[in-house]
């Protein structure tokens, strides 16, 4: 009779490093806040956009006799109504991930409140 084989288990080591490397399109994007919803694939969608005043689409200057600018005629100004919401990007990513992203900005925001809190203390005299 042969001996049953013995199955060993991969050992894994105790720690791994994790590199981050920007990509080619990484960015520092402004964010007043974040549009959001799923779509018909079930994954969930965080649109961040920074807000605005609208930027007019012409003015007009009075000139003197020499052709030199004096002031705008803000009577003339065209310009959109209201407060523009520039969309910044689209994060699309997985239910199983924005959950996981919940939770770790809930933790992390909350560890910075802390931190605030007791930066404030320090402070005060």
Same mark, same amino acid.
């Given at each position: 009779m042969s001996e049953p084989q013995k199955t060993e288990l991969p050992v894994f080591p105790s720690e791994i490093p994790i590199h981050f490397v920007k990509g080619n399109h990484f960015?520092?994007?402004?964010?007043?806040?974040?549009?959001?919803?799923?779509?018909?694939?079930?994954?969930?969608?965080?649109?961040?956009?920074? /807000?605005?005043?609208?930027?007019?689409?012409? @003015? @007009?200057?009075?000139?003197? /006799?020499k052709g030199q600018f004096l002031h705008e005629d803000i009577t003339k100004r065209e310009s959109k109504d209201g407060i523009v919401r520039e969309l910044e990007i689209d994060i699309v990513m997985s239910i199983a991930s924005?959950?996981?992203?919940?939770?770790?900005?809930?933790?992390?925001?909350?560890?910075?409140? /802390?931190?605030?809190?007791?930066?404030d203390k320090m402070e005060k005299p």
């Amino acid at each position: 009779m042969s001996e049953p084989q013995k199955t060993e288990l991969p050992v894994f080591p105790s720690e791994i490093p994790i590199h981050f490397v920007k990509g080619n399109h990484f960015r520092v994007a402004p964010a007043s806040g974040a549009w959001f919803g799923a779509d018909p694939q079930g994954n969930f969608h965080l649109t961040f956009y920074s /807000e605005r005043m609208p930027l007019p689409k012409k @003015i @007009i200057f009075k000139l003197n /006799e020499k052709g030199q600018f004096l002031h705008e005629d803000i009577t003339k100004r065209e310009s959109k109504d209201g407060i523009v919401r520039e969309l910044e990007i689209d994060i699309v990513m997985s239910i199983a991930s924005a959950q996981g992203l919940l939770q770790l900005l809930s933790q992390n925001l909350q560890a910075a409140v /802390e931190a605030s809190k007791m930066a404030d203390k320090m402070e005060k005299p």
